[in-house]
């Protein structure tokens, strides 16, 4: 079975800033997608970044990038130039070849003005 | 793109009503939906798998007589809360994923829906 640990129950970061949420999964499938999904206090998940196991490169949306250490099974996220609408709960999550997606407890991220 | 809506996004109903909740990809078409519970300052937990046309997949510990789901279509699943009780009271999110392209393996989540029982 898949675990996905975050070790950091609640973050804050000044904006524009920067700041790195930490995500470790354990799994055994070669073959796998990892994901950040964000839900701010409206409760609608959003899709922050996916990355696909197989593509060695990081992947990045503007202000969002991660740092995918394969053999570490290693997924952080990193914000940059953090601004107050990125408030909000952080899921890591990992789906293998089954489409049950497994979610981290999540990190309560707080921008500062 | 990848739209999912949610109806309704909040409902009181009475102990031993009965009450369903939609779930629609707006903009693609969802092989999969999948329910979520979420409580309070928790993670979500994966209620049921549905896959369109066929009979949802439960997970352990999931009465499926109280938590019917129906999946006709692939823009359209359906929960419902049968004879609901107020420990039913929960934040209930569907999600979808899709037929082809880059939706075949990332989920899609709607607004989410606000149940309590009185």
Known sequence: AQTVTQSQPEMSVQEAETVTLSCTYDTSESNYYLFWYKQPPSRQMILVIRQEAYKQQNATENRFSVNFQKAAKSFSLKISDSQLGDTAMYFCAFSGGYQKVTFGIGTKLQVIP | ?118
């Open chain 2, 1 to 118: 793109g990848a739209v999912v809506s949610q109806h309704p996004s909040r409902v009181i109903c009475k102990s031993g009503t009965s009450v369903k909740i939609e779930c629609r990809s707006l903009d693609f078409q969802a092989t999969t939906m999948f329910w979520y519970r979420q409580f309070p300052k928790q993670s979500l937990m994966l209620m049921a798998t549905s896959n369109e046309g066929s009979k949802a997949t439960y997970e352990q510990g999931v009465e499926k007589d109280k938590f019917l789901i129906n999946h006709a279509s692939l823009t359209l699943s359906t929960l419902t809360v049968t004879s609901a009780h107020p420990e039913d009271s929960s934040f209930y999110i569907c999600s979808a994923q899709g037929l082809a392209g880059r939706n075949t393996d990332t989920q899609y989540f709607g607004p989410g829906t606000r149940l309590t029982v009185l």
